[in-house]
């Protein structure tokens, strides 16, 4: 276990000296294969998605979208390394990271009029999310796990399910009780996530981008709410053919017979 924490101390040593001020951290120089396939189709997103808005907040938005991303795969490359030193990290260390891993906030935020307005405070690449924004990550992480836990014992991956299991033994304890806890926490981060979403007085982030939030989270209880709706090929078909495809069916007006004079 020592030597697996040293290896990943060594990487995380390796990232960090890789982002400091100069180095180039998004370009595509040496990539081959399916590396270079996902990195030209990212780069491609971000130069279509800024061209959208006018020239003097393009360089802002640029960089903001690079580091979410940028931000989003290194966590998966955290959670890889991991899995692959045997690594079993605290539930807080794993939650730090599997917040971003989960990556609702890649699509929720650029969407909002407030996005341009991230900031950090380091210096580095790393954003600073509003209130609101993290709630989202993390009931989108806790969803997820509680639902797929069974599928990433399989994979070899980590979760919060097993985390809580593990790290709290007890006699009698079964995987129920784990799976207990995290959807009571859930619901504890959703009271407070939608006290933010109507909270008149909140100005730090405008109505339209807390209605956003508000989807995301709809749509994310749309998959892990009852159960892994994600992993299932056909148990959201009707739902995705109504909301896109078929065509919206309108009932005809009932005649009235004209007035007879």
């Not at 003097?56 to 991991?82: C, D, P, Q, Y």
Request: aromatic fraction near 10%.
């Amino acid at each position: 276990m020592c030597i697996a924490r040293a290896c990943i101390l060594r990487w995380q040593l390796m990232y960090k000296l890789s982002w400091c001020p100069g180095a180039s951290w998004w370009e595509g120089e040496g990539l081959t294969g399916h590396s270079k396939t996902i990195f030209d189709a990212l780069d491609g997103f971000v130069n279509q998605f800024a061209a959208i808005f006018p020239p003097h907040e393009r360089g802002k938005l640029m960089a903001n979208l690079r580091n979410i991303w940028s931000e989003t795969f290194t966590s998966w490359m955290v959670e890889k390394t991991w899995s692959l030193m045997g690594y079993v990290p605290s539930m807080d260390e794993y939650l730090k990271n599997a917040n971003i891993s989960v990556s609702i906030h890649a699509i929720a935020l650029p969407a909002t009029s407030g996005f341009l307005n991230l900031s950090s405070s380091d210096g580095t690449q790393n954003l600073e999310y509003h209130k609101i924004t993290k709630l989202l990550m993390e009931s989108a992480r806790l969803l997820n796990d509680a639902r797929s836990y069974q599928r990433e014992e399989q994979e070899g991956k980590m979760n919060f399910v097993h985390l809580h299991m593990k790290q709290n033994p007890s006699p009698g304890a079964c995987i129920e009780d784990s799976i207990a806890h995290v959807q009571q926490i859930v619901g504890e981060k959703m009271k407070e996530f939608m006290e933010h979403v109507f909270m008149d007085t909140d100005n730090s982030m405008p109505k339209s981008c807390r209605q956003l939030h508000l989807s995301c989270m709809k749509s994310v209880h749309m998959f892990y709410n009852s159960a892994n709706n994600f992993d299932c090929d056909t148990a959201l078909v009707d739902d995705i053919n109504k909301a896109i495809y078929l065509p919206i069916r309108q009932i005809p007006e009932p005649e009235t017979n004209p007035e007879l004079p």
